[in-house]
């Protein structure tokens, strides 16, 4: 089957070198999806924006991933549970039916809300749709208050 993947990007503070390693990483992450794949860019901080809609064609994310990196500032807080909230509903209303549907999620895991673990369960649900995360490397530092 083919399959429908969004990539859900933290555009938060403390996010702008992992983001510029994953975009460097994605031509070889690309090379492994077929044909009949597609994947669309959602990023957030306390808001969700939609970057790039569903895309069979590489080079409209490759392309994608330069613009994100030279228009988002990077200043911004974290609202995680919002951001699977809507990267939920984006899929459910957007990605394929025949197709399985994944959203893969780079974060550091840090937010500024209460997490709603049960909401976002029951949306990814409706969705039909797997969440993969990628949590970036200073993620279990402890904070500074």
């Not at 083919?2 to 996010?15: A, E, I, N, R, T």
């Not at 809507?86 to 025949?98: L, P, Q, W």
């Not at 549907?101 to 895991?109: E, S």
């Amino acid at each position: 089957l083919p399959v429908d993947v969004l990539l859900l990007l933290d555009v938060s503070g403390s996010m702008r070198t992992h983001v510029e390693s994953i975009a460097a990483a994605s031509r070889e992450a690309m090379a492994v999806l077929g044909q009949e794949d597609r994947v669309a860019i959602m990023v957030f901080d306390r808001a969700t924006r939609v970057r790039l809609p569903f895309r069979a064609g590489r080079q409209d994310v490759y392309r994608e991933f330069e613009r994100l990196l030279n228009q988002e500032s990077f200043n911004g807080g974290t609202d995680i549970t919002r951001a699977l909230l809507d990267a939920a509903r984006f899929m459910e209303r957007s990605a394929r039916k025949e197709a399985r549907r994944a959203i893969v999620i780079l974060t550091d895991d840090q937010t500024e809300f209460d997490r709603d673990d049960f909401q976002v369960g029951r949306a990814l649900e409706r969705a039909d749709t797997v969440l993969s995360a990628i949590l970036a490397p200073n993620f279990m530092q402890p904070r500074t208050w």
